[in-house]
Nanobody, 127 residues
Framework: QVQLVESGGGLVQAGGSLRLSCAAS????????MGWFRQTPGKEREFVAG????????DYSDAVKGRFTISRDYAKNTIYLQMNSLKPEDTAVYYC????????????????????WGQGTQVTVSS
């Protein structure tokens, strides 16, 4: 069973940057598409960004496209989310996710596509 542990969240002013990390242990994630979702109280968890198992394809929600960048380090079994030009509406708990099935190019935006979740890390953007 894989364990996903996020880090890097915190409080930042609008316009600032944060870099989230998701370290995997227990099993390799190199064969899986990986991604980030976020959730605010009372709302459904939503897709933010995804990266294919090969690392060659990325996908972003319209809300973050052009501001966030997802990447992965196979040697460290870790994925990252670089978040720039942060806005108050980016405030949420951010979750790392591993795709349910291996060797897929697309991360998938549906919660049903996810096989494993991290515990989440809080990102708060002040105005």
């Amino acid at each position: 069973q894989v364990q996903l542990v996020e880090s890097g969240g915190g409080l930042v002013q609008a316009g600032g940057s944060l870099r989230l990390s998701c370290a995997a242990s227990g099993r390799t994630i190199s064969d899986y598409a990986m991604g980030w979702f976020r959730q605010t109280p009372g709302k459904e968890r939503e897709f933010v960004a995804g990266i294919s198992w090969s690392g060659g394809t990325t996908d972003y929600s319209d809300a973050v496209k052009g501001r966030f960048t997802i990447s992965r380090d196979y040697a460290k079994n870790t994925i990252y989310l670089q978040m720039n030009s942060l806005k108050p509406e980016d405030t949420a708990v951010y979750y790392c996710a591993r795709r349910l099935t291996p060797f897929t190019q697309a991360m998938g935006r549906s919660l049903g596509d996810i096989g494993s979740w991290g515990q989440g890390t809080q990102v708060t953007v002040s105005s």
